[in-house]
């Protein structure tokens, strides 16, 4: 036994060394693990973000084409039944088909606002007393599927309606919902429609740079 006294020593200090090891993974072990689980979660979140903004260029891109579609296409303006109505009463038709089409598809109207002949359209430049304009301004909670009918429905809308502006963002703490701000330039005529399809107060807009409701609008 004598001889292995000297080695007592060493013998005593790997036991010391194995217990801080020992002692050193439990503490650091829940460690690690925890950094794996949080980088496995930030790496599922990026993912899941990388998803989200992926449909998100999808539906840019399909409202893009629908936009493009709506320039390009020849639809008529409105024409009341009456004729002597308001701006009030020529902006609450269309104004309620609108809002109608909104509802319809499950989208919620978090603000709204609207203003009557602005002042930088071509129509009510020339002809104000021919064309009433009214834009609506309107802030939008929706999700994708949900903002794409809309956008769907407006393009299939038979009087022409005017996207003047849209932003879409996704919500922050829930990439699934978008917020949208959406502005619509809104057309009808100030009388109804003659016989032969033309406005009734229209014979002085023969020498105005417009002719007429079945022609490319200004945009």
């Known amino acids: 036994m004598e001889k292995y006294k000297k080695y007592y020593g060493v013998i005593a200090f790997l036991v010391i060394v194995l217990i801080l090891l020992l002692g050193a993974y439990k503490i650091i072990a829940p460690k690690i693990e925890e950094m794996?689980?949080?980088?496995?979660?930030?790496?599922?979140?990026?993912?899941?973000?990388?998803d989200k903004k992926q449909k998100l260029e999808i539906v840019k891109k399909k409202i893009k084409r629908i936009r493009e579609s709506i320039v390009t296409s020849q639809k008529k303006i409105?024409?009341?039944?009456?004729?002597?109505?308001?701006?009030?009463?020529?902006?609450?038709?269309?104004?309620?088909?609108?809002?109608e089409m909104v509802h319809s598809n499950s989208v919620k109207i978090k603000a709204i606002?609207?203003?009557?002949?602005?002042?930088?359209?071509?129509?009510?430049?020339?002809?104000?007393?021919?064309?009433?304009?009214?834009d609506v301004n309107m802030e939008l909670v929706?999700?994708?599927?949900?903002?794409?009918?809309?956008?769907?429905?407006?393009?299939?809308?038979?009087?022409?309606?005017?996207?003047?502006?849209?932003?879409?963002?996704?919500?922050?703490?829930?990439k699934k919902i978008l917020l949208t701000s959406l502005s619509l330039r809104l057309y009808a005529h100030t009388a109804p429609e003659a016989e032969d399809g033309t406005p009734a107060t229209a014979s002085e807009a023969v020498e105005m740079p417009l002719e007429g409701a079945e022609t490319a609008l200004p945009q």
């Open 78 to 99: 409105y024409s009341p039944v009456e004729s002597d109505l308001g701006n009030d009463t020529l902006f609450f038709t269309l104004y309620s088909d609108l809002i």
């Open 142 to 174: 929706s999700n994708y599927v949900n903002l794409g009918k809309l956008i769907q429905d407006i393009y299939q809308y038979p009087y022409y309606i005017r996207i003047n502006e849209l932003d879409i963002k996704p919500y922050e703490k829930d």
């Open 36 to 50: 794996n689980n949080q980088k496995s979660t930030i790496e599922a979140k990026q993912k899941e973000l990388s």
């Open 113 to 134: 606002d609207y203003v009557y002949n602005p002042e930088s359209d071509k129509f009510v430049e020339f002809g104000k007393d021919v064309y009433f304009v009214c």
